[in-house]
């Protein structure tokens, strides 16, 4: 119908076919036939596809829903990181002097400030241990202090790390800090005894900590199978890990990790032992401060670079890194004002309505966020949300590179539901997101090339309700890949 229309130039067609065919893309935008198939299942459904290059809607389905997003959330973090520090920022943790020097002794106390480093690690605590020896420095007659008072004590606002302030057996729920180290976990490393009946190896990596006692017990058995658990307690101020279960002799050596109580006072006690490896003895005890702490900069120590904090976050999904950098967007904005993760929550959701209503293909925006990371199950956001963000990145030259390189291609990816080799998987980078409570929660967004070489951003949500709570992983990722496909 449209073909005659083109060879018609008088003004009246021409007027004609132009409202033809700029209403074409707000037709053509349906589809989406399987995310609609989940829906008439009983499920909340919600998904946009568009041409970043020609600024078309391509396929659409309540795009306006706000719905559960999980760690698509991290989306929003990992953009307006970018955007306030740039690809190569890198996070500080200093080490300053407290009192007099006197030769090889400090007459004063030891200071380990944390800069929010999400990246800071067990190699950031040797490298500043090390500076510290290497300067003649081998007694310190005070306290080793650690500063965290970039954030405050970060109080907790999800479920499952107010649960984390007195137990944990998972690795996700990490307690918020200025000064964590390894994302607030410790390593425990298990190893079968030498024969059947023996106990297990049980020791905490890099070092044994006087401070985090081990209690029970894991039997070797035969075989290379292991059922064994780990639970970290914190009580009356001190943690201690519970462990039971078994290891097959021949199961080799298992490394699992767990969340600790106090991930500043873990810093600290962490930081001692390596300082008293490098040959630098400290007398006073460890002490943690929330007030900024002064004295001489002795060391200072770098972490990674921004960019590939952002690629371990939005690989790993990790939600520690993303909570840490939505709490230092909101202290860079305001460094002398008390920091939460409410707040600093408030700093994404205002970001993420300002994306949408500048967008192309947005106007507005209800959009809520509480957190960086999607755990809060209370996030809202609309698949236009999640576009309109991707498009903004998506014309940051300075920015896009970084984000794209950041996510994850499906086909090469290990999350069930994602691997596989397939040509539309392979065209995709994404973001995962998934929670099993209230609901069942499966996201995924990112940017795709279309076969003519357009670029386009994309949104797919699928959200469990009262009635109909749980719905398969596999399930809602399929329904997704086939809506992809047929585009």
């Known amino acids: 119908m449209l073909r005659p229309a083109t060879k018609v130039y008088r003004f009246g067609f021409v007027l004609l076919f132009m409202a033809v065919f700029f209403t074409l893309p707000a037709q053509a935008a349906t589809g989406l036939n399987a995310m609609r198939a989940l829906a008439a299942e009983g499920y909340d459904v919600a998904g946009l596809v568009v041409n970043l290059s020609s600024g078309e ?148 990596d890099p070092y044994p900590l006087p401070t985090m006692d081990v209690r029970g017990s894991i039997n070797t058995v035969k075989g290379y199978g292991a059922q064994f658990s780990v639970s970290r307690f914190t009580e009356n101020g001190s943690d201690w890990l519970k462990v039971s279960g078994t290891i097959g002799v021949k199961a080799g050596t298992h490394r699992v990790y767990r969340s600790v109580g106090q991930p500043a006072r873990y810093t600290g006690n962490l930081f001692r032992e390596f300082l008293q490896a490098a040959g630098v003895k400290v007398g006073g005890k460890v002490e943690v401060s929330l007030l900024p702490e002064t004295g001489d900069r002795l060391s200072s120590y770098q972490g990674e670079p921004l960019n590939q904090i952002l690629g371990d976050m939005l690989y790993y999904s990790n939600n520690l890194i993303a909570d840490v950098l939505t709490l230092n967007i909101r202290a860079e904005r305001n460094p002398l004002a008390p920091v ?85 998987w392979d065209r995709l980078s994404v973001k995962t997101g998934g929670l099993s409570e209230p609901v069942s929660v499966h996201t995924l967004a990112g940017y795709l090339r279309f076969k003519n070489g357009d670029w386009g951003a994309f949104a797919m949500m699928v959200n469990g309700t009262r009635a109909n709570r749980w719905i398969p992983r596999v399930k809602a990722f399929e329904a997704m890949r086939k809506d992809l496909e047929k585009l």
């Not at 006197?102 to 999400?118: A, E, F, M, Q």
């Not at 080793?144 to 004590?153: A, H, K, N, T, Y």
């Not at 408030?346 to 993420?352: I, M, P, V």
């Not at 949300?385 to 896009?400: E, K, M, N, P, S």
């Open 57 to 204: 809607r391509v396929a659409e389905y309540n795009a306006d829903q706000l719905l559960s997003p999980a760690s698509v959330t991290k989306l929003y973090t990992a953009a307006k990181a970018l955007e306030v520090w740039g690809a190569d920022y890198r996070f500080e943790t200093d080490v300053l002097v407290q009192g007099q020097r006197r030769g090889p002794t400090i007459d004063g106390n030891l200071v380990l400030r944390g800069g929010g480093d999400p990246s800071f690690t067990n190699s950031g605590l040797w490298r500043l241990a090390l500076d510290v020896a290497q300067s003649g420095i081998q007694e310190v007659s005070g306290d080793l202090i650690v500063d965290e008072s970039r954030f405050g004590r970060v109080t907790c606002v999800t479920h499952d790390r107010c649960k984390a302030e007195k137990k944990s057996w998972h690795s996700y729920d990490s307690l918020l800090s200025s000064t964590a180290v390894n994302h607030g976990n410790i390593a425990v490393v298990v190893s079968p005894g030498e024969s059947i009946g023996a106990p297990a190896h049980i020791s905490i």
């Open 340 to 424: 939460n993760l409410t707040i600093a929550g408030g700093e994404l959701q205002s970001y993420a309505r300002e994306r949408t209503r500048a967008s192309a293909f947005a106007n507005s925006s209800d959009a809520i966020l509480h957190d960086g990371s999607g755990l809060n199950p209370d996030n809202r956001l609309a698949p236009v949300d999640l576009v309109a963000l991707l498009d903004g990145v998506y014309q940051r030259t300075r920015d896009f590179p970084y984000l794209l390189g950041a996510l994850r291609v499906p086909a090469q990816s290990p999350s069930r539901g994602l691997s596989g080799s397939n040509e539309i």
